[in-house]
């Protein structure tokens, strides 16, 4: 008869074990529905892996989503697969890059129907990074896995900015092969983003005009003592 193992573990470690009520990485109103990308893409554990993602997007039909991201990335496909999670939302979604969106996260943002960033934010693309080890036909393999995910990319971020594919693959490889890093204005400008965000903008509210108003008040009371005048 099988019976169950406990492992005897470090209280840091048994402490953070994921339950059915582990949801501090997305907040769910009746108005609408909040994700936050943090970490590396495709941490089950953070709420940050495609899956997680993916269902409660559809547990939130119709409802408008925004998802929140501060990432150098993580796994490629896993940014991929947000990316199309969120495109195929049918809700109104919004993405908003609040310090840097790299790598598999600069992917995953644009799936957006709007991307917001903040001014003093980075984004980052690059070609796929990977590691090979065996034999002739398995480093060839990782290197069509590569060349392949490369091509996705590529035609993700061109889908976004409408430029060509040739100019985002060249974006994609960089000047050094590193890929590409964009300050926001340069992000906007090259299409990947379409708004830019300041700090501290929404604490941030207009004088109001009363003019108007005031104006209304003193012609009543010109009239008002007018009339009382004439009795």
Do not use: C
Request: hydrophobic share 40%; net charge neutral; glycine share 8%.
């Amino acid at each position: 008869m099988r019976s169950k193992i406990t492992l005897s573990l470090p209280k840091s470690i048994e402490n953070s074990v994921k339950d059915e009520n582990f949801r501090v990485f997305y907040n769910n109103t009746a108005d609408e529905l909040e994700i936050f990308l943090y970490g590396v893409v495709g941490d089950e554990y953070t709420q940050s892996d495609a899956g997680s993602i993916a269902r409660i997007l559809s547990a939130n039909r119709k409802k408008p989503a925004s998802m929140r991201i501060a990432s150098y990335g993580g796994l490629a496909y896993e940014g991929l697969a947000i990316h199309n999670a969120f495109a195929d939302h049918d809700g109104p979604t919004t993405a908003i890059i609040e310090s840097v969106a790299a790598s598999a996260a600069s992917l995953a943002a644009i799936g957006a129907d709007k991307v917001k960033m903040y001014a003093n934010a980075t984004y980052h693309i690059h070609e796929g990074i990977g590691f090979a080890y065996g034999h002739i036909a398995e480093i060839k393999e990782t290197i069509d896995w590569l060349e392949t995910f490369n091509e996705a990319a590529v035609k993700t971020y061109a889908a976004k900015t409408g430029k060509s594919e040739k100019v985002m693959a060249a974006a994609l490889l960089g000047a050094n092969g590193d890929g590409t890093k964009y300050n926001a204005q340069q992000a906007l400008e090259m299409g990947f983003i379409d708004e830019i965000v300041e700090a501290g903008s929404s604490k941030k509210t207009k004088p109001k005009n009363d003019t108007a108003k005031l104006q209304s008040m003193l012609n009543y009371r010109i009239a008002k003592s007018a009339l009382t005048n004439r009795q």
